[in-house]
Structures are given as C-alpha cells and as structure tokens.
C-alpha cells in the first residue's frame, strides 16, 4: 500500500510542483511500475484537499516530460519506459548537485576542491 501524498501549505513550493515530486518519488523508488494506473485527477484532487485544476497541471507536466501518459477516457499510467526509475533517479540527484555546485560557487569554494571534498566524503562512507 503507497503512503497518502503529504502536501504542506508551508513549502514554498506550489502544489502541483509537490504533487509532481512525490509522483516521481514513487516510481522512482519503485513504488508505482510502469504501466502503474495512477489515481484520477478527480480521486487525487479529494485525496490531497487541492483543485482539480492543480492535480491536472500536475499531470499534464509529468506527461510533457514522459513520465507518465493518458489515454482518453481510461485514465493516466506510468509511462513503460524501460530504466524510467533509472532516469528519475539520476535526475533527482542532478538537481541536487546541482544546488551543491551552487553552495560551493556561493563560498568561493573551486571545482578542484568540490572535487576533493566529495572524494572524501565518499571515502568516509560505509557501503
């Protein structure tokens, strides 16, 4: 059984854009396979107390980006894209070094160094 979507009012984020990021959370971590039928927009819209319209952006955004697909009058899937949770993995931690490139930039730390610092973070760790 997949958790309820959490939205919060204090994420400064627009409600689609949460919907968006556990939706791709899901079927990222394996949750939701492909071909996975997702709940309706109506369904999802009672479900996390939002408007129609937002689920339905929400959709529409992750179809443009080929995470999911709908057929008219049977509803929206998991597109069956072979390595599609592969994909949403090295997506999810591009952007997240992408904000660390941004904090290293924003302490006058260089490439080289960033370089190293991850080297050795990574040597620390446990496997």
Do not use: C, N
Request: a negative charge; charged letters at 30%.
């Amino acid at each position: 059984m997949t958790s309820p979507f959490v939205l919060s009012q204090s994420d400064g984020r627009p409600m689609y854009l949460q919907i968006i990021e556990q939706i791709r959370l899901r079927i990222t971590v394996g949750d939701w396979q492909p071909g996975f039928k997702l709940p309706s927009i109506r369904e999802l819209a009672v479900a996390t107390r939002v408007s129609v319209i937002t689920v339905k952006r929400a959709y529409q955004e992750l179809e443009k980006d080929g995470v999911i697909i709908t057929r008219q009058g049977k509803g929206s899937y998991v597109a069956e894209i072979d390595g599609l949770d592969l994909k949403l993995r090295r997506e999810e931690l591009d952007q997240h070094l992408q904000e660390a490139i941004a904090v290293a930039r924003g302490l006058g730390i260089d490439q080289e160094e960033l370089l190293a610092r991850l080297k050795a973070l990574l040597a620390d760790e446990p496997e």
